[in-house]
């Protein structure tokens, strides 16, 4: 009841930490219990803490795994104490590091009151953790602490540095970051998108190749190359997912388990466009699959998944699936992000009338699946390509050896078609019933 609204969360291994948006930082105690077969049990959060006030950001370890989450690091705004021979105080921002597990502050480092922050994000190892900060400018400053040491009592000095995006690229204004173990990701005020990756093995995962890796120089921005404004980013460990100013949704990295949503597992070196992804609410890239919230044509909200299905990643889809699929879960009306951890799948309720996505019409001539005006006055029958769609599908359909094989790739074509909620849980079920009944399993002759 003291939240003005829900800005934004993050999960820890023992609780949900959420910012307001009058920077009032709480935290939920996790009430995950496990149960006398071993399975994890949720229960409503049993109390809630105030942690802080004055927030403007939150981190903690990216790994999705939680257990690593020991810390959490908090972007703030504090009053300091008048300067001696002053009688005024200044607001100066600082980050206070804080033990997720009991909410004691362990540590603080303030900044020079000219520097005004608006994003945190971590990056690398325990020993070696980047605390990268992003400007109201669009400036990027980096500092490095070893976190092993947080909890010792004594007091030390960082080193602030601007971070070579920043250098190379002053003319460009980052907006957003996004960051992992080992790579991080920048949007620009212009739509741009800029890579830092640390390791050769992730390099390799997202690119494809090691031709351009410095491994003497980590910090160096490689530009991604798409066609229009991107708006929105998610960045698993080794692959990634874009949205653009039209909606169109594009991924790329590894794709072992089918976590691009491809259809396939072949790797992407480059941004992929998935066409059957239309204007999503949001996006996340996890452990070895993706997730997708998006809104069907009756304005209710429906979450979407590929990849890795294992551990409860893809309910409904425990083999996993390489195309988006719609999942089994009910989804809240005000869904408006996604979150997903070794543990579990978190979604946030919650509106901002000034933070909808605004995707533009993508102009006629660039629709994608129109057709040219050589292919003859039958083509505009069909302006969608739809019929060439469904072609494709009963093709995938017709190569499946078992008519189980067959059912299966039915219910992956009903999460890809543009249906409205009511009638893809028609589908659903009644593929269901069929799937179910008796001779479904026997092999065609």
Request: aromatic residues 10%; proline residues 5%.
């Amino acid at each position: 009841m003291l939240a003005h609204g829900y800005r934004r969360f993050l999960p820890t291994k023992d609780h949900v930490f959420i910012l307001d948006y009058v920077g009032t930082l709480f935290f939920l105690k996790n009430a995950l219990v496990s149960s006398t077969f071993g399975q994890i049990q949720w229960r409503r959060a049993c109390r809630y803490v105030v942690l802080c006030r004055g927030a403007k950001d939150f981190a903690s370890d990216p790994r999705c795994d939680t257990v690593y989450r020991k810390y959490l690091y908090v972007l703030a705004t504090r009053e300091q104490p008048a300067v001696v021979g002053t009688t005024s105080s200044r607001a100066c921002d600082c980050v206070e590091v804080y033990l997720q597990s009991s909410g004691q502050r362990v540590f603080k480092m303030t900044f020079h009151h000219s520097m005004s922050f608006k994003q945190i994000v971590l990056v690398g190892q325990e020993t070696q953790r980047a605390l990268l900060l992003l400007t109201e400018e669009g400036k990027i400053y980096s500092l490095v602490v070893n976190e092993t040491q947080l909890d010792q009592p004594r007091s030390y000095t960082v080193q602030l540095a601007l971070r070579k995006m920043s250098q190379c690229l002053p003319h460009l204004r980052v907006t957003y970051m996004a960051s992992n173990q080992s790579s991080i990701l920048y949007i620009t005020d212009q739509g741009g998108v800029y890579f830092e990756v640390h390791t050769p093995g992730v390099y390799r995962d997202l690119f494809g190749t090691l031709q351009a890796f410095d491994p003497l120089d980590h910090q160096m921005p490689l530009a991604l190359s798409l066609p229009a404004k991107v708006l929105v980013c998610a960045l698993g460990y080794n692959h990634l997912g874009l949205v653009d100013e039209f909606g169109r949704t594009f991924m790329q990295g590894n794709n072992r388990y089918g976590q691009l949503g491809t259809g396939d597992k072949m790797d992407r070196g480059e941004p992929t466009q998935v066409h059957y992804l239309q204007r999503p609410i949001a996006l996340w890239c996890g452990l070895n699959h993706s997730l997708v919230l998006s809104q069907t044509s009756d304005f209710s909200k429906e979450l979407l998944g590929c990849g890795c299905g294992a551990g409860g990643r893809l309910p409904g889809w425990p083999k996993g699936s390489a195309s988006f699929v719609k999942l089994h879960i009910q989804v809240p009306l005000c869904a408006c992000s996604v979150c997903s951890t070794r543990e579990c799948l978190y979604m946030l309720s919650s509106h901002d009338i000034e933070h909808s996505l605004a995707y533009r019409d993508l102009p006629a001539s660039r629709v994608g699946g129109s057709p040219e005006p050589s292919q003859g006055a039958g083509a505009s029958q069909d302006p969608g390509g739809t019929a060439q769609a469904c072609e494709e599908y009963l093709s995938q359909i017709h190569s499946c050896p078992t008519l189980q094989d067959r059912m299966a790739k039915m219910k992956e074509i009903v999460g890809w078609m543009p249906l409205m909620a009511a009638q893809k849980d028609f589908f659903w079920e009644a593929l269901d019933m069929l799937q179910s009944g008796p001779g479904t399993s026997t092999p065609e002759s």
